[in-house]
Each structure stands twice: as C-alpha cells, then as structure tokens.
Nanobody, 122 residues
Framework: VQLQASGGGLVQAGGSLRLFCAAS????????MGWFRQAPGKEREFIAA????????YYADAVKGRFTMSRDNAKNTVYLQMNSLKPEDTAVYYC????????????????WGKGTQVTVSS
C-alpha cells in the first residue's frame, strides 16, 4: 500500500486542522492505520491509530480528547481531525499502515507516507 498525507499548514494556537491520508493499492481495509509525528530534534512518536474496520481507535495521552482519527474504506482514506491545537503539536505528521493489530511502536509499521508539516503559532 502506498500512502500520501496532506492537509498540514500553519494555524494559531487553539485552532483546528484536518489531515488526510490517501492510500493506493489493494486491500486497504485489511490494514490498521496510524498517525505519527516528529518534531525537530525528537524521535517519531505515536499519535493515533484506527483498526482495519474503523471500529476501534487509539490515542496518545498528549492528544486524547483533542484529536480524532477516522477512516473511510470506500475512499481508501484516513483522517485526523485536530482541535485545540497547541504550539507543542508542531511537527511533521506521517500516516502509516500495518497488517494485524495496531501498535504504538514505530518499527512495527510496514508502510509510511511522506509527511505533512503542521505548525502551530502561539
């Protein structure tokens, strides 16, 4: 599966952005999907994931209650709705895919898209 993330940009603190990840290839609905982010000088970290059916979602504590991940298997697309953004949310955001159950570990994910930059100004 090939992935392409989009939707990043510059937003003021307290604002919202919606990220998109379009997938191409076969059997999209067999993959768990995830979002990760990497800030300058920091390691890539888990943000959110959704099961292959979309029935279950998982979030890092840092974004729980502010971010919502969803997917539309008919459109081969996943979304990350980000509300109440904070300057510390500034990072490059990546979408990823893996077979089987989701994982919070970067090394467990099979496919990665190019990132999209999110910048939150104070």
């Amino acid at each position: 599966v090939q992935l392409q993330a989009s939707g990043g940009g510059l937003v003021q603190a307290g604002g919202s952005l919606r990220l998109f990840c379009a997938a191409s290839g076969r059997s999209f609905d067999m993959y768990a999907m995830g979002w990760f982010r990497q800030a300058p000088g920091k390691e890539r970290e888990f943000i959110a994931a959704v099961s292959s059916t979309g029935g279950s979602s998982y979030y890092a504590d840092a974004v729980k209650g502010r971010f919502t991940m969803s997917r539309d298997n008919a459109k081969n697309t996943v979304y990350l709705q980000m509300n109440s953004l904070k300057p510390e949310d500034t990072a490059v955001y990546y979408c990823a895919a893996k077979t089987g159950r989701y994982s919070r570990s970067v090394q467990d994910w099979n496919a990665w898209g190019k990132g999209t930059q999110v910048t939150v100004s104070s």
